[in-house]
């Protein structure tokens, strides 16, 4: 197994920050005491083709790679609505987002306005979907969450006119379910909608879109927020019936990025639309009814099954949705006020983050502002050895020195931002079929022969975070490039369980590892302070944020590295999570020891016979 060490990000910054530490010297520290730890644990591992993402002889090539992509027009800057994390005071991607926090710091994520760098994974979207059914040896349940993330949805675009005293005539919505038309009660639109420039002097509406601020900018964040709308004086026309006129709202779970910013609510048989209809005393309109049953009307929540539509004039008595959705299609191309279309839940992947202890992105900006690659002669670009990281924000911005730098003869400043972690992840099996190679970040004829990767081992937290980005990137690389062929990273996927252990926080919320709690007086308390009770949580994976990891260190050297190898295999099924206890760790401590006692009992008894000098035939029938 060869070995590599993802060690650029935010956990090494922040660690050196405490520590009043270099991060590369504190990392470099790290890395030589696991690598001895992992020796005398006695892996099997290839020493040989080791690799750490922070060293310029990685970097630099991932460095290329991005002015590659860039040339192929995969890579783009744009200014954006973004997921902040206000502890982590840094940007997320979309996929880093879950349950509307920080995959990192469990903070709840906020909405912020920035330029970001960003990879066009979704130009690959239907290929990342499409070849999800050649991967015969992943689990089932990661390619159906690669599925639902990338999200292929057939539906319909439609044009609504709109009334009331703004320039804009209409607004375009994205919908799956055009056969509800007839349930139409509210349009909602983002606020960052252009026609939001109708009202951005509007005191009331300026602080309805900074309570807006307050939510992330993925589904899953919204879905978990409390609905907001603000009401707006322009009418929405129903395309099916012109007499039918709604209320526009901007509401707070719309996004731009998703359609074209706008949906059309229809509250009887969609959740969302109804908790904001029942808010705001929006009328409920039943358009579809269960098969068995004559008659039906939605009360308390929207009904979302199958059925036959009613209500719905010349749509009456058409299957739902198998028949109705193509049937209104049909009639809204034919009136030309709509457009059936492919959609895709998956977005553009934002890799700036604003921090140091990252890959610096290789581009730089004219003094007019003009963006351009730095010279590929001129990487790898480094990251500047003195730095203040207790400056607020990104410490590279307050780096002047270095921002400055010359491109054919003109002073030029560097981009500050870094990349994100997951695109170090993204490449590294590539780099482990060619650790050596000084030009580039493959041989090709040796990633013929070893790749793609036969049997890749992870666990399934990462399937749409580092497993998707990668099988984005050998998609990225092939692309317009006749020399690549392969087309995924991992041929095998198995998912292996967490290692886990209970969570400790102090009187003051901050986390605490394992060797620094003991029990004192039949209370679990902190070490250093008998009077500060200790409060456990429950059983995680373990990890360096919540601290509750075991040093090896520690058990190598009360228990030796057999019981800890021994305790580590004969736990619990590979697929399954180990629950890490110190009970479980002594079990195979007496095991081994049991073991080599009958070793030295039955060596002194072969002693003892040699030495009398007697034969016993009995002891070697035995012992054969």
């Not at 007839?182 to 909608?193: N, Q, R």
């Not at 006129?245 to 969302?272: E, S, T, W």
């Not at 090709?444 to 998707?468: C, F, N, R, S, T």
């Not at 736990?571 to 479980?584: E, N």
Request: hydrophobic letters at 35%.
């Amino acid at each position: 197994h060869p070995m590599g060490w993802d060690s650029f990000g935010l956990p090494a910054e922040n660690a050196a920050k405490q520590n009043n530490l270099d991060p590369k010297k504190w990392t470099e520290e790290n890395i030589s005491v696991m690598k001895k730890q992992l020796k005398r644990l006695g892996l099997s591992i290839d020493w040989d083709r080791e690799i750490s993402t922070c060293n310029e002889d990685y970097y630099k090539h991932q460095q290329l790679f991005f002015l590659e992509l860039y040339e192929k027009g995969l890579v783009y800057r744009k200014e954006n609505f973004v997921n902040w994390d206000p502890v982590d005071e840094t940007v997320l991607a979309n996929e880093q987002v879950i349950d509307g926090k920080g995959w990192r710091s469990g903070a709840t994520v906020e909405r912020k306005k920035l330029n970001q760098w960003f990879f066009n994974i979704s130009k690959f979207s239907n290929e990342l979907l499409e070849d999800l059914n050649n991967l015969d040896k992943w689990p089932n349940k990661v390619k159906v969450m690669q599925q639902n993330w990338i999200g292929k949805s057939f539906g319909c675009e439609i044009d609504f006119e709109i009334e009331g005293n703004i320039s804009e005539k209409k607004i375009k919505c994205f919908t799956t379910r055009p056969d509800t038309l007839f349930g139409f009660s509210f349009l909602a639109v983002s606020p960052d909608h252009p026609v939001a420039k109708h009202y951005e002097k509007d005191q009331e509406f300026i602080n309805f879109k900074k309570e807006c601020s307050k939510t992330g900018t993925t589904e899953e964040s919204l879905a978990h927020a409390d609905k907001i709308g603000f009401k707006t004086n322009i009418k929405a026309i129903n395309p099916l019936n012109k007499s039918m006129k709604v209320p526009v709202y901007f509401a707070n779970f719309v996004l731009m990025d998703y359609g074209f910013g706008a949906i059309f609510g229809c509250p009887g048989h969609d959740q969302r639309d109804f908790d904001f209809a029942t808010k705001y005393n929006l009328p409920i309109k039943t358009v579809v009814k269960p098969k068995d049953k004559d008659e039906f009307k939605v009360l308390d929540s929207a009904y979302v099954g199958p059925g036959v539509i009613i209500n719905s004039d010349f749509l009456n008595g058409l299957d739902a949705p198998n028949d109705s959705v193509i049937k209104t299609i049909e009639i809204l191309e034919q009136r030309k006020i709509g457009k059936r279309k492919i959609n895709f839940r998956l977005k553009d992947w934002g890799v700036s983050r604003q921090r140091y202890w990252g890959c610096p992105i290789p581009m730089a900006y004219k003094k007019n502002g003009e963006v351009i690659p730095i010279p590929k002669e001129q990487l790898p670009v480094k990251l500047p050895s003195k730095i203040n990281l207790n400056s607020k924000g990104n410490p590279l911005d307050n780096a002047n020195d270095w921002k400055e730098i010359q491109i054919e003869g003109e002073l030029c400043q560097r981009e500050t931002d870094t990349l994100d972690t997951f695109v170090d992840s993204s490449w590294y099996f590539l780099r482990f079929c060619s650790p050596k190679n000084n030009d580039y970040g493959f041989d090709y004829e040796e990633i013929k022969y070893w790749m793609p990767v036969d049997q890749y081992i992870g666990g399934v937290e990462h399937a749409i975070l580092h497993l998707l980005y990668s099988r984005f990137f050998m998609k990225a690389i092939k692309f317009k490039n006749e020399k690549f062929e392969i087309n995924e990273p991992f041929e095998g996927l198995f998912t292996q369980g967490m290692v886990c252990h209970e969570t400790y926080k102090d009187s003051k919320g901050n986390w605490l590892s394992p060797d620094e709690v003991e029990i004192f007086d039949k209370v679990l308390v902190n070490k250093n302070n008998h009077k500060s009770k200790v409060e456990v949580g429950p059983s995680e994976s373990m990890s360096k944020s919540k601290k509750n990891v075991i040093d090896p260190q520690i058990m190598i050297d009360n228990y030796g590295a057999d019981a800890v190898r021994l305790f580590i295999l004969s736990d619990s099924p590979p697929a399954k999570d180990v629950q890490w206890s110190d009970q479980g760790m002594m079990g195979s401590y007496k095991f081994v020891q049991k073991l080599w006692q009958m070793h030295k009992n039955i060596k002194q008894k072969i002693e003892n016979n040699k030495n009398n000098n007697i034969e016993n035939h009995d002891l070697e029938k035995f012992t054969n």
